[in-house]
């Protein structure tokens, strides 16, 4: 199975990527990890991006094709992904098309997290996520414990999970990456909106029952 998952930023994307990939035995792909590991990490890549990630801006396409492209290379990503936070621009789209279409592979679903407004910033706000094993979390159910309940490192916020920068992140998905929708909608594969508002199991279950009914499994 051949995923993306469109969504705006504290959509919950990653947290239903991560189970979907789970469920499916598939790797998840995301453009977000990969890169804050290259910043963690202080790679070539890491040091060009750290600046560009912090401001809320989006990495070049180059990069991003670069490193999805050696994902996909890999062994592990034979039999499907999905893939969190990209494509983001319509020329990564382009790219990934490229990229698939060299492979004879063509994605099943193009799925997109409806969130409200409000809802996202909440989310993204109280977001705290585990320095050492990237476990997300919310302060609504952790409260103001700094200990990350899956391997008791530190709960921290994300640095582009500022308030000034959220505002930025989620104008760069309206002009960058909401585009998308049409693109996808308007290609064979086709676009399918899920409702993301309400329990994260709840959310996960919906998503099963939309590739279901696409005949994905
Ligand atoms: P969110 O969706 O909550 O913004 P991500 O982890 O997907 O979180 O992305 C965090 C940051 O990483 C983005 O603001 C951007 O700087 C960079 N990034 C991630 N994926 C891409 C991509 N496909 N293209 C360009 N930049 C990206
Ligand atoms: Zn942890």
Do not use: W
Not at 95 to 112: I, T
Not at 146 to 155: I, R
Request: net charge neutral; hydrophobic share 40%.
């Amino acid at each position: 199975m051949r995923i993306v998952l469109l969504g705006f930023p504290g959509s919950g994307k990653g947290t239903q990527a991560k189970m979907m990939a789970e469920k499916y035995r598939v790797p998840q792909i995301s453009t977000g990890d990969i890169l804050r590991a290259a910043v963690a990490d202080k790679t070539e890549i890491g040091k060009k991006v750290a600046a560009v990630m912090a401001a809320g801006k989006l990495v070049s396409d180059d990069i991003v094709i670069d490193a999805v492209t050696d994902r996909l290379r890999g062994t592990e990503s034979r039999r499907g992904f999905v893939l969190d936070g990209f494509p983001r621009t319509v020329a990564q789209a382009d790219g990934l098309a490229v990229l698939l279409a060299q492979r004879s592979q063509r994605l099943d679903a193009v799925l997109s997290l409806e969130v409200t407004d409000e809802e996202l910033v909440d989310r993204i706000s109280g977001r705290r996520v585990c320095e050492t094993c990237n476990h997300v979390t919310h302060v609504r159910k952790v409260g103001s414990a700094l200990e990350c309940p899956d391997c008791e490192g530190k709960l921290v916020q994300r640095s582009d999970d500022e308030i000034a920068t959220v505002r930025n992140r989620l104008a760069v998905y309206r002009e960058k990456t909401q585009p998308l929708q049409e693109y996808y909608a308007k290609d064979t594969v086709g676009l399918t909106a899920v409702d993301g508002m309400g329990f994260i199991d709840e959310i996960q279950e919906r998503l099963l029952v939309a590739l279901r009914d696409l005949g994905v499994n």
